[in-house]
């Protein structure tokens, strides 16, 4: 409770509010909208303390400010999915190096991992991209890897590798997933998936 105010920490409060039932509007929700729209950088991006880095800033910024009801045509939201798409590398993931911390310039840049390439997805769909070709191909980069990697069948996918929260967002989107093989995800696989991202072992 020390610390200064960060964008990506003050976008999980709007989350939380926004799971609250606050919206755009409630004095306290617009105010860190006004505090989200001065700490966006001049590409788009936000700054993230707690995370590495610029892709996970944007992407909780993107999903904080669509949980109060930012809506997906403000500026703010069109600058942020952008920058996300403008990064997307063309192993079809993301991944930024913490050397970006010392150096801007490298924003964006770095190994591709699991792990931002998931964040990069939920930002996109959080401002409204959830069609966009880029994300379909951020979700063939996940399920390629996991089973190219690990080598297991679909059930254990979302224990080992998969955030349970990115699971739970693509619930609607079956139909941007290849359907052969092991990465077949049937409606059975998506209620466990649901059920993950609300259980007590959620994974990253």
Not at 31 to 53: C, H, P
Not at 68 to 84: Q, Y
Not at 154 to 174: D, E, K, T
């Amino acid at each position: 409770m020390i610390d200064p105010s960060t964008p990506d920490l003050t976008a999980r409060v709007l989350e939380m509010l926004g799971q609250a039932g606050r919206r755009v509007g409630d004095p306290a929700v617009d105010r860190a909208v006004i505090y989200m729209r001065k700490t966006q950088e001049a590409d788009g991006s936000w700054i993230g303390r707690w995370g590495v880095n610029y892709i996970y800033g944007t992407w909780q910024a993107l999903v904080g400010l669509a949980a109060v009801g930012v809506p997906a045509s403000d500026p703010l939201m069109v600058n942020g999915a952008n920058w996300l798409l403008a990064y997307q590398q063309p192993a079809d993931g993301w991944g930024e190096s913490p050397d970006s911390y010392a150096d801007p310039s490298l924003r964006g840049q770095g190994p591709v991992t699991a792990s931002q390439t998931a964040w990069a997805v939920l930002g996109l769909m959080a401002a409204g991209q959830a069609r966009h070709p880029a994300v379909a191909r951020g979700i063939r980069y996940l399920i390629v890897a996991q089973a190219r990697r690990r080598h297991v069948g679909r059930a254990r996918i979302y224990r080992s590798w998969f955030p349970a929260r990115l699971l739970f967002a693509l619930s609607p989107l079956p139909d941007l997933l290849p359907a052969h093989g092991t990465v077949a995800l049937g409606e059975r696989d998506w209620r466990r998936a649901r059920r993950g991202a609300h259980g007590a072992r959620a994974i990253d």
